[in-house]
């Protein structure tokens, strides 16, 4: 990995203007969940009271297949409407400029048929940035995930790890404030995940908050600050990592952890 | 940038289609004949209307349709002379005050073509009434136009004389192909059929495979052709110095000369007869 | 089979020889169908993205129109453009009848739903992968319609070539509207079936070959240029 110094760099203008951005217009978080059902032909998916996510260290959604994990991860960012409940940030519900500030990657790459450059710079566009100010951050995007080599070639030819990085890169590429990551590596190798995590962690310790939904026991032990379990659509746990990991409060979560099956 | 170019190029190319006028759109004065296949399709418009152009200047776009269309479509406006053959139909045209007055111009005749054996045995016969006897009695297959041109409607007189009823035998030896002339005969020789045509399609008719002219001569064949002016009254859109400068060329002696010089194999195909 | 021989050495000729009156007719043919195209690309591509993106009461029934609309017969169409630009149609003032335009004209309405219905299945596929990820960067429906067509030129270009076959090969509609005036509106198909009503079959199929040809040619240069367009978007 010729650039992993790259991705370890800190202070970057990145984080600056993330921080800068939070201050300047308030935070979008915590960001909170109340009584939010998700339903389809009278079956509740998604089923839960109350859910506060704060800002910080990243959080990790865990569950079996079936948990409502994805959906959860949709309904905050917007992406489907719940039958009932409401997804506020702080206190706020979703708006086009609360969108701004928050981004999502996704299981499979979604990757624009144009360049790697072009794919970056559309969503700079998106999000109406002009100028020499585009141009660098562009730059500085492509360097970050390790793409500049292949800036432009089509997306589309590069391998699966490297679209993921694409994505990575495109979602930050306005600075949002908060991250929402779905299985993003699970149908990547060792290294390409590897680079993938190396790339979240960075992003988290720029200060923004990562909201990661995962079923790889062993990438949520190296990512997690805090594990919401979900079993059956509702939030079975949530508790900060470590605890997590060494004593699961709910059967549920002590079956998962042990390997066990459960729908 | 270089999709900008690209952008731009299309636009480009697509304004340049667009908008450049097509060429020989040019020419200003023009006016419309609706005709028949059967002028156009013997080469005599071809032959003749350059003449007229260079000596007057104005171009004659020629519409080839059957009569019956043609007239349709002079009623409609959407022509400033009607030039065709059907002469009950155009003095019915006049008369319902669409056009201005009828003139002949030239005449040609029909002849009945079949195929070399005769299943019908008609050929020598200058009777046509007879020969479509011979013909409905033995049931030999008949391509008929079928589409309401002057062909047809000269074709239909002669099976009423010959007390005919092709409605019944439509479909069994007769057979309505609803096309024009060319399309017929393409259709008739096929199919080892007789057909009634004008003689002036059938000489210069490039597909007539073992067919010949069998029944000819017949006073009954006499094939007119008339045009007329469309009247300007009921369409203010119709050209009727330019209409009318064509009828005065093709009915004086320059016209009628064009038509009678007009040979295809050294045979005269119309024979004009003005008044 | 001698007709096929001759028309084929004929074609050759007439190619070889560069006829100018066969150069007019194919010139006439390719500007009246490239611009019928350009024409029914603008509004169709539009509408069939609308569909496809669109969520309005009866769009189920709108598709299955567009749809059918694809098989509209060219006489037909020809006849109701006929009837409108004649003298006594409600267009008669225009003064459009008998020439390219109306041929156009009649070509557009035959193309458009090709290309609209064509478009709009290329926009559909695509907008099923991209519309969550376009909705979380925050584009709304309507400005991801650009995006999708253009992220679906490939298969867009298909969908022109797929009208402009149409538009090339019709005779029916643009025989009514045109009227086969020599030099004015006589195309290629019109010729072709004028030869054929003279009998002159051999000289018809030596047309015909052309036509092909042509059509050949057409689709090689968009193939051509449809990888080089790729490569400048990625350049």
């Known amino acids: 990995m010729p650039d992993a110094a790259a991705l370890t760099v800190e202070g970057t203008s990145a984080d600056l203007t993330s921080r800068a951005a939070a201050k300047r217009a308030g935070s979008i978080l915590p960001l909170g969940v109340h009584g939010l059902v998700y339903a389809v032909g009278g079956k509740r998916l998604v089923n839960i009271d109350r859910l506060t996510l704060q800002p910080g260290a990243p959080t990790v959604i865990l569950g079996p297949n079936g ?90 030819s590069l391998s699966g790890g490297e679209q993921q990085r694409l994505a990575l890169v495109r979602a930050v590429a306005a600075a949002p404030e908060l991250l929402f990551l779905d299985e993003p590596t699970s149908s990547l190798d060792p290294g390409a995940t590897q680079r993938i995590e190396a790339l979240v962690r960075r992003f988290a310790q720029d200060g923004m908050k990562i909201v990661m939904v995962t079923h790889d026991l062993g990438q949520a032990r190296r990512l997690a600050d805090e594990v919401v379990f979900m079993h059956r659509g509702r939030i079975a746990e949530q508790t900060p990592a470590a605890a997590f990991f060494d004593e699961p409060a709910s059967q549920a979560a002590r079956d998962f952890v042990a390997g066990g099956l459960l729908v | 940038m270089n999709r900008r170019l690209l952008v731009n190029l299309a636009a480009v190319i697509a304004a340049v289609t667009v908008l450049v006028p097509f060429g020989s759109m040019a020419q200003d004065k023009f006016i419309v004949v609706q005709s028949t296949t059967s002028t156009q399709n013997s080469g005599l418009l071809d032959a003749i209307l350059p003449q007229f152009t260079e000596k007057s200047g104005i171009d004659v776009r020629v519409v080839a349709v059957g009569t019956g269309q043609a007239i349709k479509n002079a009623e409609n406006g959407d022509g400033d002379v009607l030039l065709v053959h059907a002469k009950p139909a155009e003095e019915k045209f006049v008369a319902d005050g669409w056009g201005v007055k009828r003139h002949d111009v030239m005449y040609n005749d029909f002849v009945i073509v079949g195929p070399a054996d005769d299943p019908a045995g008609v ?55 609803g096309s024009g002339m060319g399309a017929t005969l393409n259709t008739g020789v096929g199919m080892g059929a007789y057909i009634m045509a004008d003689r002036a399609t059938w000489i210069s008719f490039g597909n007539k495979g073992d067919h010949e002219v069998l029944v000819e001569g017949d006073p009954k064949l006499f094939n007119q052709y008339g045009v007329i002016l469309v009247n300007p009254d009921k369409h203010p859109v119709v050209k009727a110095e330019e209409g009318q400068a064509f009828i005065d060329w093709l009915l004086g002696a320059e016209g009628q000369a064009a038509i009678a010089d007009f040979k295809v194999d050294g045979q005269q195909l119309f024979f004009p007869n003005a008044d | 089979m001698q007709d096929f021989a001759d028309s084929l050495l004929l074609s050759l000729n007439l190619i070889v020889s560069g006829n100018p009156e066969l150069w007019s007719i194919v010139l006439l043919s ?206």
């Not at chain 1, 009932?84 to 999502?104: C, Y």
């Not at chain 2, 062909?151 to 057979?175: F, I, N, P, Q």
């Not at chain 3, 020599?182 to 009998?199: C, D, F, P, Q």
């Open chain 1, 67 to 156: 948990a409502g994990k994805s959906l959860l991860l949709r309904l905050m960012h917007g992406l489907i409407e719940p039958a009932q409940g409401t997804v506020l940030f702080n206190g706020q519900p979703m708006s086009p400029a609360i969108r701004r500030r928050q981004a999502m990657v996704f299981q499979r790459p979604v990757v624009l048929r144009r360049s790697v450059r072009a794919n970056i710079d559309y969503a700079l566009a998106a999000h109406r940035l002009r100028g020499t100010k585009r141009h660098r951050r562009l730059d500085e995007l492509l360097e970050m995930g390790g793409l500049s080599a292949m800036a432009h070639q089509p997306a589309r």
């Open chain 2, 123 to 177: 050929a020598g016969s200058s009777d046509a009434v007879a020969a479509l006897e011979k013909i409905a009695e033995s049931q030999s297959a008949f391509a008929s136009r079928g589409d309401d041109s002057g062909t047809h409607k000269a074709e239909l007189r002669l099976w009423r004389e010959a007390g005919v009823d092709t409605a019944s035998a439509s479909g069994d030896w007769y057979r309505e192909t």
């Open chain 3, 30 to 235: 390719l500007r009246v169908s490239l611009t019928a195209v350009a024409l029914a690309a603008v509004i169709g591509m539009p509408l069939g993205a609308a569909l496809a993106v669109g969520r309005f009461p009866g769009r189920p029934a709108a598709i299955v129109l567009v749809n059918a609309l694809m098989g509209l017969p060219p006489v037909v169409v020809g006849l109701v453009v006929y009837l409108f630009l004649s003298n006594s149609g409600p267009l008669g003032v225009l003064q459009l009848l008998y020439t390219p335009t109306a041929m156009i004209i009649a070509q557009v309405v035959l193309v458009t739903p090709i290309i609209a219905a064509l478009t709009r299945q290329v926009v559909e596929d695509l907008d099923a992968e991209y519309a969550e990820q376009l909705r979380s960067i925050g584009v709304s429906r309507l400005a991801s319609v650009p995006t999708l067509l253009w992220d679906g030129r490939i298969s867009l270009l298909t969908a022109l070539l797929a009208g402009f076959g149409r538009a090339i090969a019709e005779v029916g509609a643009v025989i009514i509207v045109g009227g086969n005036i020599n030099h004015v509106t006589r195309v290629m198909t019109t010729t072709i079936a004028l030869e054929t009503s003279k009998g002159n079959l051999a000289l018809a199929l030596a047309l015909g070959t052309i036509l092909v040809v042509i059509a050949i040619a057409v689709n090689a240069a968009v193939g051509l240029i449809g990888p080089a367009s790729q490569r400048i978007a990625h350049a």
